[in-house]
């Protein structure tokens, strides 16, 4: 989190000097468009933190934790502003992580490869909506759908077969900055989420549970690209 705490901070400073670099575009009421569209690259940083182990027939270590690895991946987002001041926003991406025990198990590889899609919506507020840099905050609901997840080596070493994670609802808070690079629409956009999201994990052999477990996701995604405003 300190990595996450470092990197938002360092947007904000990027914004502001990149703002103060820059002359004064702005468009009138008239001009500016209702939808925004943006293409960003996203760092994904997770959790993954094991909060709970309801079953156990394998003999896991007391002091098991577990860790996500964090993943970068190019994000759409999509805007339609009710008002300057007023929008909703949803993004689009897909994202792939594995999970490894970092204490009980150190290194061993538990789920391999399980792509997310984090369904979300924000409703943000806009301020200085006239100015150069356009700071904002938001906050909205998400759906973590997950596919394709499969047990890691260490797991399919125990017979483990299967493995799903629950498709989880949770919530989202955002905080960035539009900068307007013209006149006609073009801007920098950084941009910062915080998720906070569970899901449970179940691995099975022939069918049967015999690890389920609740995990603590909350990823912060740091986001920055360019947007275009129509």
């Known amino acids: 989190m300190r990595f996450a705490t470092a ?4 947007t904000a400073g990027l914004a502001l000097s990149a703002g103060l670099a820059m002359p004064a575009y702005a468009q009138d009421d008239a001009e500016k468009g209702r939808l925004q ?8 940083l997770t959790d993954g933190a094991i909060t709970e182990i309801r079953t156990d ?3 896991l270590p007391a002091d098991l ?7 970068v991946v190019p994000t759409i987002a999509a805007e339609y502003f009710f008002t300057d001041n007023i929008s909703l926003e949803t993004i689009c991406c897909v994202t792939q992580h594995d999970v490894d025990g970092v204490t009980g198990l150190p ?3 538990l789920v391999s490869d399980a792509r997310l899609i984090p369904a979300t919506f924000t409703l943000k507020y806009h301020f200085n909506t006239d100015g150069v ?3 904002y905050v938001g906050a909205g609901p998400t759906y973590f759908i997950w596919f394709d997840e499969d047990p890691g080596s260490t797991t399919v070493g125990l017979r483990v077969d299967d493995l799903d994670f629950s498709n989880e609802l949770g919530f989202a808070l955002q905080a960035g900055v539009d900068v307007a690079l013209n006149d006609d629409g073009l801007g920098l956009s950084l941009d910062a989420k915080r998720y ?3 899901t449970d994990a179940t691995w099975s052999v022939a069918g049967t549970p015999v690890i389920e477990t609740t995990h603590k996701l909350d990823p912060w995604v740091l986001s ?3 947007s275009y405003r129509f």
């Open 65 to 71: 934790q577990t860790e996500a690895n964090d993943n």
């Open 107 to 109: 290194g061993a590889e």
């Open 196 to 198: 906070f999201v569970d």
């Open 133 to 135: 840099i356009k700071p």
């Open 7 to 10: 990197a938002l901070a360092a």
């Open 37 to 44: 569209i943006k293409f960003l690259g996203s760092a994904v």
């Open 224 to 226: 920055a690209g360019v």
């Open 57 to 59: 027939t394998v003999g």
